[in-house]
């Protein structure tokens, strides 16, 4: 953990925290993900039911370790195609984001219909409907130059619904889709001008391809942006190996943000693993040893489902 053994880190802390709460507070943006490549029905309800098979994933990501009031996300997802055809995809999220005295809970329910525009391109679009909640306990923060009044206007349990909508181009090389997973701008409350909790719509737009090097290695590079009002674009650049369809490599970096390494391994058919590790390009790095993310994915092929490979698509 950081001390706090002079007056210039703690001031240099209590900015930071304070900046923290101003981002989370001021203008609610969507939880952050380095691995956005397996945790895409989060960002995209277009996405659901996609993989053809019941697919559940869980997600844990821990930024900026070492420093306090840093956010903290976990994560769990789950969706499946619906009957024969496979065209109806449902699925259902949901998030716990930490950061400082700030505690949000979103949990959304996602449906999909696919139309197949040719032999090998399928069409997605999606809706997602959920709701968020919101605590903020200010006085967690302990700060001495943190005014009192600040402290007795406390943001509880206060509930935004929320709608989201996406579309997704799909073949088995690869992907494109744009999404707002958050339509409403919802204010949760504006009776004082000290702390004001709004939920503000993001627009994503991803896509990658893969390259079939040879038979054991596939290299596909993709694009994640985000934009939201009242906060810069958001560019992510990842490249990714996958080695004999078992191991995952790559690398990232986040416009202005971050670099990081990316991990993967495929235990079985049924379960994959993976890791990333970001390192900070902001002012912060001196102040924390980087983010972890740690995720896991589940796939259940039906039993009345044809053969098929549960592991590379590699999206």
Avoid at 124 to 129: L, P, Q, R
């Amino acid at each position: 953990m950081i001390t706090t053994n002079n007056k210039t880190t703690k001031f240099i802390f209590a900015v930071c925290v304070l900046s923290l709460i101003s981002l989370k507070i001021n203008a609610q943006q969507d939880s952050q993900y380095t691995q956005y490549a397996y945790n895409t029905q989060t960002i995209n309800p277009a996405y659901a039911g996609s993989r053809g098979f019941l697919s559940i994933t869980s997600l844990y990501r821990t930024q900026w370790t070492g420093f306090d009031g840093a956010p903290k996300t976990i994560n769990l997802s789950a969706n499946t195609p619906l009957g024969s055809s496979e065209r109806i995809g449902i699925g259902v999220s949901a998030f716990q984001d930490a950061i400082g005295p700030a505690d949000e809970i979103n949990a959304n329910a996602d449906v999909s219909y696919t139309i197949p525009l040719n032999h090998s391109i399928n069409f997605s679009f999606g809706i997602k409907v959920g709701a968020n909640i919101l605590n903020v306990d200010y006085t967690k923060l302990n700060l001495e130059d943190l005014s009192d009044e600040l402290q007795q206007n406390n943001v509880d349990n206060k509930i935004s619904p929320n709608v989201g909508l996406g579309v997704l181009f799909v073949n088995n090389n690869w992907f494109a889709g744009a999404s707002i997973p958050n339509l409403l701008e919802t204010n949760h409350f504006d009776d004082t001008t000290i702390s004001n909790a709004a939920e503000r719509p993001s627009l994503y737009v991803l896509g990658g391809y893969v390259f079939d090097l040879n038979q054991n290695l596939k290299f596909k590079p993709s694009l994640l942006t985000k934009w939201s009002t009242g906060a810069p674009l958001a560019i992510d650049l990842s490249a990714n190996f996958l080695i004999k369809d078992k191991f995952t490599a790559g690398l990232a970096y986040r416009l202005d943000a971050a670099v990081s390494a990316l991990a993967g391994f495929q235990i079985n058919d049924k379960l994959l693993i993976g890791y990333a590790y970001d390192y900070s390009l902001q002012g912060l790095q001196n102040y924390n040893s980087g983010s972890h993310e740690v995720f896991l994915r589940f796939e259940l092929k039906r039993v009345n489902q044809k053969e098929r490979l549960v592991t590379p698509r590699f999206f």
